[in-house]
């Protein structure tokens, strides 16, 4: 694996009480620690207002690291050195006091001469303005000079709730950490599936001719969860689906799917083309959108109560906890091709997908074998069993003409089943490390993508009609089948 910068770099997971750090950053610091990945002169600090000595934080994130890279009797040494290189400071976010303490625990571990900084924002979205300037009060941000080593900063998605609000977070972000040093991460595009669509769509000879109005008829984006909110539903409460899935990682997903080619494999022109793409996405109209709430439902042999029945949600609560709309694509490419995107909490299986449907075939020369073939569709497999298939229809093998669609079928388990598939921050925050933003949303895609929700979020907001109810388990709102099927029949995750 190719090293990221070998100078010495202090990494800080601000909000490392929480979530996050416990379950994904600091297992993916591991996992590059075990791949020799991460600088040799590396130290890692976790900071927030919780308790914890060393010991009482190394135990907490002991719990979610993993042997994949370190299988064996070397794990357990892998372990003990990685934790050795974690460091814990409590403290407030907006105390300048409390990151100078940060600061003076860094300085005395940190070697003389350069250090390059990373500090990752895993924190509710309600405090990064007032960390970062904390950050910046302290002097903990360079301001560039070469002899200073570099300091970047990570965030998270939400990055604001609409066009005017993400503006405002930027310009306060901007003030403290220039737009080179920001990496706002979409974690789905660290996704190997994902990574891989440029790959799928450039690097073979078959698709690139096909994708395009003339031979693709729909483009459906599906991501569903057979989950309630536990233990989330206050922040979900503030955002609904719209927000934290749609306007982030559907859109992300569209954005490589259908932009044009870039010129090149680097970050500026591959962001170059999407938001080509997201300004060439006509903002969604009130009439192509349909929102959902799950009530309470009986579901795999148990009783779920319904969203506003969850203690951190208003009983009165219009929060949408699933969506469907319909994007238009305003360019000669994909000129009257739907993009149909939807998104719910509560449905009835867990998946990510992108279903690329051909247009039906023109001719009627097989009508008296009594089966007309289906449409063929491509089908990218995010989550679960990650992969792809081809939907092909083929002769049954037999005296008779019989017809039977099947699938050509690309799963990664089989195919791949000799590689380890990285989890998603691992990838990103070695990016992060090595400062190739090709994996991170600009400002300018950032703004793009609010402008295609912008509006209708707020013609949402201005409305007193609740969304329409759906049984925990789904199906999805009616009028959402209703819509999907404005063009042909919706499909779920299968
Ligand atoms: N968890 C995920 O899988 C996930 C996925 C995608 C994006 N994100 C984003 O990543 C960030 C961190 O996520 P998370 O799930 O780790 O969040 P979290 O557990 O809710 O919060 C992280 C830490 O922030 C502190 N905190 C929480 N609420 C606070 C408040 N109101 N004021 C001040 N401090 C507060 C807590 O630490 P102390 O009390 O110890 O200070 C907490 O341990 C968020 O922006 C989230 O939207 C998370």
Same mark, same amino acid.
């Given at each position: 694996?190719?090293?990221?910068? =070998?100078?010495?770099?202090?990494?800080?997971?601000?909000?490392?009480?929480? &979530?996050?750090?416990?379950?994904?950053?600091?297992?993916?610091?591991?996992?590059?620690?075990?791949?020799?990945?991460?600088?040799?002169?590396?130290?890692?600090?976790?900071?927030?207002?919780?308790?914890?000595?060393?010991?009482?934080?190394?135990?907490?994130?002991?719990?979610?690291?993993?042997?994949?890279?370190?299988?064996?009797?070397? %794990?357990?040494?892998?372990?003990?050195?990685?934790?050795?290189?974690?460091?814990?400071?409590?403290?407030?976010?907006?105390?300048?006091?409390?990151?100078?303490?940060?600061?003076?625990?860094?300085? =005395?571990?940190?070697?003389?001469?350069?250090?390059?900084?990373?500090?990752?924002?895993?924190?509710?979205?309600?405090?990064?303005?007032?960390?970062?300037?904390?950050?910046?009060?302290?002097?903990?941000?360079? %301001?560039?000079?070469?002899?200073?080593?570099?300091?970047? /900063?990570?965030?998270?998605?939400?990055?604001?709730?609409?066009?005017?609000?993400? &503006?405002?977070?930027?310009?306060?972000?901007?003030?403290?950490?220039?737009?080179?040093?920001?990496?706002?991460?979409?974690?789905?595009?660290?996704?190997?599936?994902?990574?891989?669509?440029? /790959?799928?769509?450039?690097?073979?000879?078959?698709? #690139?001719?096909?994708?395009?109005?003339?031979?693709?008829?729909?483009?459906?984006?599906?991501?569903?969860?057979?989950?309630?909110?536990?233990?989330?539903?206050?922040?979900?409460?503030?955002?609904?689906?719209?927000?934290?899935?749609?306007?982030?990682?559907?859109?992300?997903?569209?954005?490589?799917?259908?932009?044009?080619?870039?010129?090149?494999?680097?970050?500026?022109?591959?962001?170059?083309?999407?938001?080509? +793409?997201?300004?060439?996405?006509?903002?969604?109209?009130?009439? &192509?959108?349909?929102?959902?709430?799950? /009530?309470?439902?009986?579901?795999?042999?148990? =009783?779920?109560?319904?969203?506003?029945? &969850?203690?951190?949600?208003?009983?009165?609560?219009?929060?949408?906890?699933?969506?469907?709309?319909?994007?238009?694509?305003?360019?000669?490419?994909?000129?009257?091709?739907?993009?149909?995107?939807?998104?719910?909490?509560?449905?009835?299986?867990? %998946?990510?997908?992108?279903?690329?449907?051909?247009?039906?075939?023109?001719?009627?020369?097989?009508?008296?074998?009594?089966?007309?073939?289906?449409?063929?569709?491509?089908?990218?497999? /995010? =989550?679960?069993?990650?992969?792809?298939? +081809?939907?092909?229809?083929?002769?049954?093998?037999?005296?008779?003409?019989?017809?039977?669609?099947?699938? +050509?079928?690309?799963?990664?388990?089989?195919?791949?089943?000799?590689?380890?598939?990285?989890?998603?921050?691992?990838?990103?925050?070695?990016?992060?490390?090595?400062?190739?933003?090709?994996?991170?949303?600009?400002?300018?895609?950032?703004?793009?993508?609010?402008?295609?929700?912008?509006?209708?979020?707020?013609?949402?907001?201005?409305?007193?009609?609740?969304? #329409?109810?759906?049984?925990?388990?789904?199906?999805?709102?009616?009028?959402?089948?209703?819509?999907?099927?404005?063009?042909?029949?919706?499909?779920? %995750?299968?």
């Amino acid at each position: 694996m190719t090293d990221a910068n =070998q100078d010495p770099l202090s990494l800080v997971v601000i909000g490392a009480s929480g &979530d996050l750090a416990r379950r994904k950053i600091f297992p993916a610091l591991f996992s590059l620690y075990c791949q020799r990945a991460l600088p040799d002169d590396v130290r890692l600090f976790g900071f927030a207002r919780t308790d914890l000595d060393d010991a009482a934080f190394r135990r907490r994130i002991t719990e979610h690291l993993t042997c994949r890279y370190a299988p064996g009797a070397s %794990c357990a040494e892998e372990m003990e050195a990685f934790l050795a290189r974690c460091h814990y400071v409590t403290g407030e976010y907006g105390s300048t006091d409390s990151i100078l303490d940060l600061y003076q625990r860094m300085r =005395q571990l940190e070697p003389r001469g350069k250090v390059n900084r990373l500090y990752y924002l895993a924190i509710p979205p309600s405090i990064f303005v007032t960390t970062a300037e904390s950050l910046g009060n302290a002097g903990l941000v360079s %301001c560039g000079e070469e002899s200073q080593g570099w300091s970047r /900063v990570v965030v998270e998605k939400p990055f604001g709730r609409d066009r005017p609000s993400s &503006d405002e977070l930027a310009l306060a972000l901007g003030q403290v950490f220039q737009e080179p040093d920001i990496f706002r991460i979409d974690h789905y595009l660290g996704k190997e599936v994902i990574q891989n669509l440029l /790959v799928l769509r450039f690097a073979n000879s078959v698709f #690139e001719p096909q994708w395009n109005r003339q031979h693709l008829a729909s483009v459906q984006v599906t991501w569903a969860e057979n989950l309630t909110l536990a233990g989330r539903a206050g922040y979900f409460d503030r955002y609904g689906i719209i927000r934290d899935v749609m306007q982030n990682h559907l859109l992300q997903m569209v954005a490589l799917l259908a932009m044009e080619p870039p010129d090149e494999l680097e970050a500026s022109a591959i962001r170059r083309e999407k938001v080509r +793409l997201l300004r060439s996405i006509a903002p969604v109209s009130r009439a &192509d959108l349909v929102t959902g709430q799950f /009530v309470a439902a009986e579901w795999d042999g148990r =009783q779920v109560p319904g969203y506003t029945e &969850d203690p951190a949600v208003p009983d009165d609560s219009r929060t949408e906890t699933y969506a469907a709309a319909v994007l238009r694509i305003d360019n000669a490419r994909w000129q009257g091709v739907p993009f149909f995107m939807s998104a719910g909490k509560g449905l009835d299986s867990r %998946c990510t997908t992108l279903r690329l449907r051909f247009h039906p075939l023109a001719h009627r020369l097989f009508d008296r074998s009594g089966h007309r073939p289906a449409p063929n569709e491509l089908v990218i497999r /995010v =989550q679960p069993d990650e992969g792809m298939h +081809l939907s092909l229809t083929t002769k049954l093998p037999g005296l008779e003409l019989k017809l039977a669609e099947r699938k +050509l079928d690309l799963s990664y388990g089989d195919a791949f089943r000799d590689h380890i598939i990285p989890d998603a921050y691992e990838g990103l925050l070695l990016e992060v490390m090595r400062g190739d933003r090709s994996l991170f949303l600009s400002g300018e895609e950032l703004a793009a993508s609010w402008d295609v929700f912008t509006p209708v979020l707020h013609a949402l907001e201005s409305e007193s009609a609740a969304p #329409e109810g759906y049984p925990f388990g789904g199906p999805p709102p009616a009028a959402a089948l209703r819509l999907l099927q404005w063009a042909e029949d919706a499909r779920g %995750c299968g």
